[in-house]
């Protein structure tokens, strides 16, 4: 369709961006460290990083992977730990060695992260020491050769590493006993490293720079292949759209959402590294008032994060003390913005709460709001620099201006394929090359895109997807079960909860047990949060449940 939106884009958004001013992320990066060498880069827990200080740390973790481990071009190196200096570190070592970068969520239970290691073929991981001994379960039945562990504190300088990692291991005990013989600390692969000199790798637009797991349109994970190109296209898609509101060098981003998803990854870590500005990296953004005390340190500029972050800061009372006067720029992504969020939001900050949509076949964005919109619009904004979108009905034609159809987008953000899944692919993009978001939309006339309903049955919890055929899995592996459906309902809190519906095969079987059974099986926020027991599921002629129909009937119990 003609690209109607560029009529509503905010002044000084050009219609394309220039995808040739990086030929990689690894040419970005070099470019950054040069010219703001002695700005701070990073900072976590009261310690922070430069430009050039990282530069430094990554490259002695680049020449390990290549001196010490004789690692080649391309191969997969998993990256599990929450936010800390640890992770920018290595990320960019992995990535300035040639390899490719495989983001794991620390809270994966074993099996899940036994499939994503065996999956992405990864031959190195690094690893907080918190989550080691997830991976001690498994270890054996995966590729991975080659283990760098290390504790939370590790890069904050003495003696504060020593305190940190003293207080979560002994005190807070966070940290269960776990035993990987063989492995390495992180700090003894840097210092190796040093003695072996970072041999630049010549990197292109089609290299392979992530593989980024996420269950696409079914409930099996899938690594979207996202390359270099990929990457670069959306951060300079991305700077393109919030150039007019940032200064170089002069930014200090609030960095509370993961590094390991896509959408903190390409908009903080990427697309602010290459402005010169200053990351502050929350660890653990659920302790609302200890985020809360690390932002009254600062005075920020920009911050980004899903409904439930931005909503769970409004309701502590400490927020509203904080000083706002800096702030130009409050992103809301992964989920839904709700209206009374984004409401309540511009009255105590006074900037309003901009919302994005995207996936992680996109690298992530698709659409954003204007960052000065003056009031709340229901929309997820205007398709963004050198992207197209087009609505398509189940035939894959394009349906008439503002009637529904499925959002389907082209542009060089989009991923390069399913890794290994070349059926998937096929499925999910259109014969002309579109990929299909599986998310219904309408688009206005004046360009602005609206999503109204899923087209697919993925559940979102907090920004993050879960798929009923996995929840389903695990509930079904429950000797007591004897048919399972799930699916998500509203909730306060994370916009979507998980519920199942269970016939149960052993009648004494309670919710509490089915519960405690999923805990071992899945992350946190897939873990259903209601249980409803019936004595049949409603089903189509050839025996397939029918979600849809619980969905009708249903109401959180």
């Known amino acids: 369709m003609d690209k109607i939106w560029l009529q509503s884009y905010p002044p000084g958004v050009p ?4 995808l040739d001013e990086f030929s990689s992320l690894v040419d970005l990066f070099e470019q950054s460290v040069r010219k703001f060498a002695a700005r701070t880069a990073y900072v976590n827990m009261g310690k922070s990083l430069t430009y050039g200080e990282l530069d430094e740390l990554s490259a002695r973790f680049a020449g390990w992977l290549q001196g010490e481990l004789g ?21 960019f070592g992995v990535l300035r060695a040639g390899l490719t970068v495989v983001n794991v969520n620390p809270l994966y239970t074993a099996r899940e992260l036994e499939h ?53 291991r002994h005190v807070k005990k966070m940290v269960p006993a776990w035993s990987l013989p063989g492995s390495i600390a992180f700090r003894e692969a840097l210092a190796k490293g040093a003695a072996h000199p970072l041999r630049p790798v010549m990197l292109g637009h089609e290299d392979l720079a992530f593989l980024q797991y996420t269950g696409g349109t079914t409930g099996v994970a899938k690594g ?33 959402l993961p590094l390991y998803h896509i959408f903190s990854l390409t908009a903080n870590c990427l697309t602010f590294f290459k402005i010169g500005a200053e990351n502050l990296l929350i660890t653990n953004p659920r302790d609302i008032p200890g985020f809360i005390a690390e932002l009254a340190k600062v005075r920020f500029t920009a911050i980004t994060g899903v409904n439930t972050l931005f909503n769970a800061l409004l309701n502590h009372p400490d927020f ?14 992964g989920m839904a913005v709700q209206q009374a969020v984004a409401e309540r939001w511009k009255a105590v900050t006074g900037r309003p709460l901009a919302e994005a949509y995207g996936l992680t076949e996109t690298s992530p964005a698709v659409c954003i709001n204007p960052l000065d919109l003056p009031e709340f619009n229901h929309s997820i904004g205007l398709p963004i620099s050198s992207t197209d979108v087009s609505l398509r009905d189940d035939e894959g034609y394009e349906v008439l201006l503002g009637e529904p159809g499925e959002l389907c987008v082209k542009g060089p953000q989009v991923m390069k394929g399913y890794y290994n899944r070349p059926e998937d ?22 360009g602005y895109v609206r999503i109204v309903d899923r087209k697919k049955d993925m559940i979102l919890v907090s920004g993050f997807n879960v798929y009923p055929n996995e929840v389903e899995d695990v509930v079904a592996s429950h000797p007591g079960v004897l048919e399972v459906a799930a699916l998500g309902v509203p909730d306060e809190r994370s916009g979507e909860a998980v519920k199942i519906f269970v016939v149960r095969k052993d009648p004494t079987l309670t ?18 949060h209601y249980v409803e027991f019936r004595e049949e599921l409603p089903k189509s002629n050839v025996g397939k449940i029918l979600r849809r129909a619980l969905r009708d009937a249903s109401t959180p119990k």
């Open 71 to 91: 690692l080649g071009p391309g191969a997969r190196v998993a990256l599990m730990m929450p936010n800390c200096l640890q992770y920018p570190v290595a990320m």
């Open 116 to 168: 994503q290691l065996k999956d992405a073929g990864c031959e190195a991981i690094v690893i907080v020491e918190n989550f080691a001994h997830t991976l001690q379960d498994v270890l054996p039945s995966t590729p991975v050769r080659h283990v760098v562990t290390t504790g939370l504190g590790d890069l904050l300088g003495f003696p504060k590493s020593l305190l940190v990692n003293f207080v979560v």
């Open 320 to 333: 509203e003390k904080l000083d706002f006067s800096s702030l130009r720029l409050a992103l809301g992504g």
């Open 224 to 256: 979207a292949m996202l390359t270099h190109g990929n990457i670069v296209a959306n951060l300079q898609q991305a700077h393109a759209w919030i150039g007019p509101y940032v200064r170089e060098g002069e930014e200090l981003i609030v960095t509370a």
């Open 511 to 528: 919710a509490e047990a089915l519960i405690a059974h999923c805990r071992q099986g899945l992350t946190g926020y897939k873990v259903p």
């Open 425 to 446: 692919t096929a499925r999910v993009f259109t014969r002309d090359g579109y990929l299909r978001t599986g998310d219904v939309a309408v688009i206005a006339p004046d």
């Open 15 to 18: 219609p394309e961006v220039d």
